[in-house]
């Protein structure tokens, strides 16, 4: 199987910035799509942004214009940039990869989570 692993998160003032990482722990034949999604207290876990094979991006209304997904192909990373944070961004912020390990064989792998607080 293919495990995900996040690093970036922390503490981080309001109007901050972070800068999420995850990256899967071996070579993919394929990734369809990566993502990121964060899950608050007491809520249920939501999309925060993605993006596919070709490039194309897309972004939960509440982060369009302060977050950016961006990816390395050539290193299966996907990265997050958070800007202007604010404290109703805290949440536990999960990666999710899915693609084709070997022709044939697809998965859909999540990584453990990492802690965004924002808080003055």
Do not use: H
Not at 12 to 27: F, H, I, K, T, Y
């Amino acid at each position: 199987q293919v495990q995900v692993v996040e690093s970036g998160g922390g503490l981080v003032q309001p109007g901050g910035s972070l800068r999420l990482s995850c990256a899967a722990s071996r070579n993919i034949f394929s990734i369809l799509i990566m993502g990121w999604y964060r899950q608050a207290p007491g809520k249920q876990r939501e999309m925060v942004a993605t993006i596919v094979s070709g490039g194309t991006a897309n972004y939960a209304d509440s982060v369009k214009d302060r977050f950016t997904i961006s990816r390395d192909n050539a290193k299966n990373t996907l990265y997050l940039q958070m800007n202007s944070l604010k404290p109703e961004d805290t949440a536990v912020y999960y990666c999710n990869i899915q693609g084709v390990l070997n022709p044939g064989l697809t998965f859909d792998s999540w990584g453990q989570g990492t802690q965004v607080t924002v808080s003055s």
